[in-house]
T-cell receptor, first 111, second 113 residues
Framework: GQQVMQIPQYQHVQEGEDFTTYCNSSTTLSNIQWYKQRPGGHPVFLIQLVKSGEVKKQKRLTFQFGEAKKNSSLHITATQTTDVGTYFCAEIIQGAQKLVFGQGTRLTINP | EADIYQTPRYLVIGTGKKITLECSQTMGHDKMYWYQQDPGMELHLIHYSYGVNSTEKGDLSSESTVSRIRTEHFPLTLESARPSHTSQYLC????????????FGPGTRLLVL
């Protein structure tokens, strides 16, 4: 079935460095969502991308949807310790009206 | 902040016991979901519901069962808990037509001894 592959699985950076996580699919995605889960917390919706080539920004976070709608990325500029957590992408399975989550990228930061 | 609640937040129980994890939302969302997640790992969908009297099995086989008698309530039951059921269970809900954006509850951390 459809599944988004998310890389890397883990990323450790120094505070102030940039961070990027990628989601890739072998099939065209209708849209993609991004969630953040803090350690010990629950996933929280960040954003949804729908259009080919779409770019959205939330402060230091930049979200992109590929031109072919087969990949997406989340880039954090100048990481801060509050960015620590696991970032998940999720694709909507239209027929079943449910989300399928990627494996997640766990970000840790050295202050 | 979404209004979705889960109880208990933590549960330690012996093997063979029957348990019910509660999930309630006050947003009037038709769709609700249960996920199983080991710490820091993938989210596995185990059950979902489109609305009252609707229940579907998710992508991960689970020995748990669910019911949806009321829109706001989606409890998950394990008839006989085993150590392999030790995990975090997350409940979520979504509003149709809102791009399936899901709102998660705080989770129940289950430890079966």
């Amino acid at each position: 079935g459809q599944q988004v592959m998310q890389i890397p699985q883990y990323q450790h950076v120094q505070e102030g460095e940039d961070f990027t996580t990628y989601c890739n699919s072998s099939t065209t995605l209708s849209n993609i969502q991004w969630y953040k889960q803090r350690p010990g917390g629950h996933p929280v919706f960040l954003i949804q991308l729908v259009k080919s080539g779409e770019v959205k920004k939330q402060k230091r976070l930049t979200f992109q949807f590929g031109e072919a709608k087969k990949n997406s990325s989340l880039h954090i500029t100048a990481t801060q310790t509050t960015d620590v957590g696991t970032y998940f992408c999720a694709e909507i399975i239209q027929g079943a009206q449910k989300l399928v989550f990627g494996q997640g990228t766990r970000l840790t930061i050295n202050p | 902040e979404a209004d979705i609640y889960q109880t208990p937040r933590y549960l330690v129980i012996g093997t063979g016991k029957k348990i019910t994890l509660e999930c309630s939302q006050t947003m009037g969302h038709d769709k609700m979901y249960w996920y199983q997640q080991d710490p820091g790992m993938e989210l596995h969908l185990i059950h979902y519901s489109y609305g009252v009297n609707s229940t579907e099995k998710g992508d991960l086989s689970s020995e748990s069962t669910v019911s949806r008698i009321r829109t706001e309530h989606f409890p998950l039951t394990l008839e006989s808990a085993r150590p392999s059921h030790t995990s975090q269970y997350l409940c979520a809900s979504s509003l149709p037509g809102a791009g399936e954006t899901q709102y998660f509850g705080p989770g129940t951390r289950l430890l079966v001894l």
